[in-house]
């Protein structure tokens, strides 16, 4: 299995709150990603570094933000949380040659339920 | 803008047989890569099959295999001697050469049949 890893899993929160949602890989990839991901519906990139201090926005627009202060961690916060960003966040990381080999790497996803 | 297709929502098989899953994709590059992932119920997505626009012969990796119809846009999965862990939901998905984005499909769910 990939050594990338979402915590957490589950979050159920009221709207308002402020939510971080994290995401660490040992695999020492450059760059990651967050998507997200709606039932029956493709995946959507909403953020991507690709190295420290490197953070872009996505193709689909989100009220989230991002920071790349270590290679490994790339924590996704959502500062006043509302029901519209309910959702599967999914984090991904590749090497510099990712594309060579095709392979993104996937975490298992958090799951936020805003209500 | 790319675009990928997968117009099959749901599809089922029988354990042991073969079913293929359908894509179609939208670009204007010459320089490209198709790749096929699995995502298991609440387990990680993982990669299948990959197929460089360039080459013409067809990716193969055990009982899954493709095939890529570049005039046509084509790029299908089989999945031969269908296992009950192969049940799971199937993304098509897209990246120009040089790109570091994918563009996946809204996705097949796949149920094996004991």
């Known amino acids: 299995e990939a050594d990338i890893y979402q915590t957490p899993r589950y979050l159920v929160i009221g709207t308002g709150k402020k939510i971080t949602l994290e995401c660490s890989q040992t695999?020492?990839?450059?760059?990651m990603y967050w998507y997200q991901q709606d039932p029956g519906m493709e995946l959507h990139l909403i953020h991507y570094?690709?190295?420290?201090?490197?953070?872009e926005k996505g193709d689909l627009s989100s009220e989230s933000t991002v920071s790349r202060i270590r290679t490994e961690h790339f924590p996704l916060t959502l500062e006043s949380a509302r029901p519209s960003h309910t959702s599967q966040y999914l984090c991904?990381?590749?090497?510099?040659?990712?594309?060579?080999?095709?392979?993104?790497?996937f975490g298992e996803g958090s799951r936020l339920t805003v209500l | 803008a790319q675009t990928v297709t997968q117009s099959q929502p749901e599809m089922s098989v029988q354990e042991a047989e073969t079913v293929t899953l359908s894509c179609t994709y939208d670009?204007?590059?010459?320089?490209?890569?198709l790749f096929w992932y699995k995502q298991p119920p609440s387990r990680q997505m993982i990669l299948v099959i990959r197929?460089?626009?360039?080459?013409?012969q067809n990716a193969t990796e055990n009982r899954f295999s493709v095939n890529f119809q570049k005039a046509a846009k084509s790029f299908s999965l089989k999945i031969s001697d269908s296992q009950l862990g192969d049940a799971a939901m199937y993304f098509c998905?897209?990246?120009?050469?040089?790109?570091?984005?994918?563009?996946f499909g809204k996705g097949t769910k796949l149920s094996v049949i004991p």
């Open positions: 991904a990381s590749s090497a510099i040659a990712g594309w060579e080999t095709g392979e993104l790497f």
């Open positions: 695999m020492g990839h450059d760059k």
């Open positions: 570094s690709y190295g420290v201090n490197s953070t």
């Open positions: 670009t204007s590059e010459s320089d490209y890569y």
């Open positions: 197929q460089e626009a360039y080459k013409q």
């Open positions: 998905a897209y990246t120009g050469a040089g790109s570091y984005q994918l563009t």
